[in-house]
């Protein structure tokens, strides 16, 4: 994601090096992250969700479902009739095919509805080089469930 980031927004200020996750859209039902999900952090655990504004230029945003498949550095398929084919007849040079699908994950309107759901209710995540104090609007504090 740091090398997308690079070529997309440009490299990192100062000595920042890691890219900060943060989500754009949670699901269609709630914009924001879910406090009582299971998913943020070990039960019991005290944390903060940060809601900020950051210029669109300094945030690179990507489908939250499919960013897994490149996780598990498999092909990125459009749909169910492709991805049978990358299993099966592949040509080429495999691993360069596999990495350049990876580059659809930026392509929130892309993908088969029917196979990866519907595009208002994918999760899109945002990475972002850093945050300024004055980007912040609200803090609120939880503790995992």
Sequence with gaps: MAKQMVLRIGKPPGRSRAPLWAWKVWSRRTPKPDLRSRAHLPSGTAGVRIEFEAPPDCVLLSDFTRWHVVLNRQFLS???????????????????????????????DRGDPEYWGPFGDRGIQATLWQIELAQVRKVTSFTAR
């Design 78 to 108: 459009d749909n169910a009739e492709e991805d049978d084919a990358a299993a099966t007849r592949m040509s080429g040079d495999r691993k360069l095919r596999i990495e350049r699908s990876w580059e659809r994950i930026f392509e929130l």
